[in-house]
């Protein structure tokens, strides 16, 4: 597998003198397996010159995948600067953790409001498929892609890709759970053990390594490594090189010069395998299986099959519009978004739609006496109330009757 780093900083874009060696970008690799599977993971600033190097390859058809690990700016705003998903005849998936409310599709496309950006996330020419993960398993052809959550201050995915007979782990951003471990003391035990086995005997650990161990009194619950947390567990999981990243704004080249070199002396002191260096901006690194390692694939806990439900495309929307301009905006808006939007004209129409789609909202024009909306409003909610109470005195309280009331909840909250 070949990767290479187009974004190493982290929070911030960081261009400048003092940051020209190991790169002012924000997050971004590429990864390729000896095959061509392509997989970009992040897409921070860094994903603005990966574009323009794949665009300026010529390649029309391009065919790639994007793994976010989480939406702060740093890692998605290159999204709107990725030439090759404005490539009529491209083709691109684009995967992120599941959030609660909003689907990665929205959250990405927020930042590309007209508010913040001229061009909306609709408007790229290329085919883009969303989807949102949780943990588990999944193939993107030849890369076996294993996800794991992260502690951050926004829900972050850690992504482990196999292929080739070589393992990469990529984890930015992430604290261990124990404030003792970030000091660069303490055993590695409950979750963060979960996390290093996530990790366990990676030939290349990418990790955040925002702050060193006396920093990080300051930085508590900031949600990110210490260098010298990930030195060590580098070490417990057994992995063979390490790429510190996620850079702090605030270090320039010269300081991780020494921190690099720190560690290098204290490894060379207590005589360890393990290969740690910063991450540059533009370097490639080449990995392939050594013969004496063995298989680096995990332990089978982290086998299990993994959903992956497409954001938005099952979601419908009932519109009760009458005044044809604005239904035909309102449609066009929803339907942007892939969203199914149906039309009713009357109460009868509107319970036969209901019945089949089960709709996420209805939005209703109200404007007496010429539409009353309100009236269609309550009908609709005396139906949803008729029906759950059918369910109810039914008796079907197994998980089917439970999930079908919490449809119906749902019905009521969005009208
Ligand atoms: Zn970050
Ligand atoms: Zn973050």
């Known amino acids: 597998m070949r990767v290479q780093f ?29 095959r061509g599977t392509l997989v970009v993971v992040d897409c921070g600033t860094g994903g603005h010159s990966l574009g323009q190097n794949l665009t300026s390859a010529g390649s029309k058809g391009l065919r790639g995948h994007i793994l976010i690990s989480h939406t702060h700016w740093d890692h998605i705003q290159g999204i709107p600067f990725f030439a090759p998903l404005f490539v009529p005849g491209s083709e691109w998936d684009i995967y992120g953790p599941k959030g609660l409310g909003q689907s990665m599709r929205e959250a990405l496309a927020g930042q590309m409001q007209y508010t913040y950006f001229p061009v909306t996330l609709d408007q790229c020419g290329a085919r883009i498929r969303y989807h949102d993960l949780v943990e588990g398993t999944f193939d993107i052809d030849d890369i076996k892609v294993s996800t794991h959550y992260l502690n951050h201050p926004a829900l972050t995915l850690g992504y482990r890709l196999e292929a080739d007979g070589v ?20 055993d590695i035990t409950g979750q963060d053990l979960r996390h290093a086995e996530f990790i366990n005997r990676a030939d290349l650990l990418i990790h955040d390594a925002q702050y060193t161990a006396e920093e990080y009194p300051a930085k508590v619950g900031w949600g990110h490594s210490t260098v010298e947390y990930v030195v ?11 790429a510190l990243t996620h850079h702090d704004p605030l270090r320039d080249d010269d300081a991780i010069d020494r921190l690099v070199a720190n560690i290098r002396a204290k490894l060379r002191e207590n005589p360890s395998s393990l290969d740690v260096f910063a991450a540059v901006e533009g370097q490639i690194v080449e990995i392939a299986p050594s013969p004496a390692k063995g298989s680096a694939r995990r332990a089978g806990e982290f086998q299990a099959e993994m959903p992956i439900a497409p954001a938005l495309a099952e979601w419908c929307v009932l519109l009760g519009i009458a005044d044809t301009k604005m239904a035909a905006a309102v449609s066009k808006t929803i339907r942007a978004e892939g969203i199914h939007a149906k039309f009713f004209s009357n109460m009868d129409e509107a319970r036969t739609l209901i019945a089949k789609h089960r ?15 309100m009236g269609t409003c309550r009908a609709i909610r005396q139906q949803e109330s008729d029906a759950t109470a059918r369910c ?4 079907t309280g197994g998980s089917d009757g439970g999930g079908r009331g919490g449809r119906h909840g749902l019905a009521h909250q969005a009208l």
């Open 232 to 242: 060590n567990l580098g070490q417990f999981a057994q992995v063979k090189r390490v």
């Open 359 to 373: 709709p996420s909202l209805v939005i209703l024009e109200h404007d007496p006496p010429r539409i009353d909306g």
């Open 167 to 186: 393992a990469v782990v990529y984890a930015c951003d992430h604290e261990p759970h124990s404030r003792m471990l970030a000091t660069g003391h303490g």
């Open 6 to 34: 187009w974004g190493t900083r982290g929070s911030i874009a960081k261009p400048g003198p003092s940051t020209a060696r190991y790169g002012g970008n924000t997050s971004c690799i590429e990864a390729r397996s000896a």
């Open 392 to 395: 109810h005195g039914r008796g």
